[in-house]
């Protein structure tokens, strides 16, 4: 089975960032108040709390779980690497929205608005339903304050990430090298975007670790012990 997880490595990446980001409003924002909380990373002024860390751990691994069922032990978890993992990835959000303020990178009233009104899980019968949306987030326990502020946040980070990748130079079908003995097209295609998909993680890891640089990370990987 983890020769077949290798295999299918990228996929894996996308969907565990697409995970990561759908439940970035239990870890995103400042922390000015910290009385009593233990602070787990502090990317420039944002801070992860280890409440924070674990809900989303808790997220990811039951992701994983619905996968892979019962095959999805102590054993491989630790193979996965999935605790520090989960933490790479909620410090490299930080990384990103610490770069997004910089440039100057905002989301409008409008944009947002528009964003959660097309939400498929906010509609009633094709169209957004104010009452399904606030009921939803009740049942989240969560305020339309703090899912309107996380939602910016994630588009703001999707905003990040395509502008990496349209500065990334997209080379020729014919530079990607797709096996010639293959006659599907519709493989072909497959293969070729899983390709793309690879170049484009790769530029936006690039970018991201050369925005580290300059900026104070601090991580106490004691509080995950």
Known sequence: MLKGMRKNARYFYVLFFIVILSF????????????????????????ITTEEYWKTYDRIYRFYREIYKDQFNEELEKKMNLKDNVLNSMV??????????????????EELQDAITHE???????????????????????????????????????KMRRLVELSVDIPDSADLQLPRESSNEQALKMISQAKLNDIREKALNSYIEGLKKDIKIKVNKKLLS
């Open 24 to 47: 970035i409003f239990w870890g995103v924002g400042t922390v000015d108040k910290t009385g009593g909380v233990e602070i787990l990373a502090e990317v420039g002024k944002y801070k």
């Open 92 to 109: 490299n959000e930080r990384v990103l929205l610490t770069a997004a303020q910089k440039a100057g990178i905002k989301i409008g009233d």
């Open 120 to 158: 498929q899980a906010f509609m009633k019968n094709g169209v957004f339903d104010k009452d399904v949306y606030v009921n939803r987030l009740r049942l989240n326990r969560i305020t339309p304050e703090e899912f309107e502020r996380s939602q910016r946040q994630e588009l703001i980070l999707s």
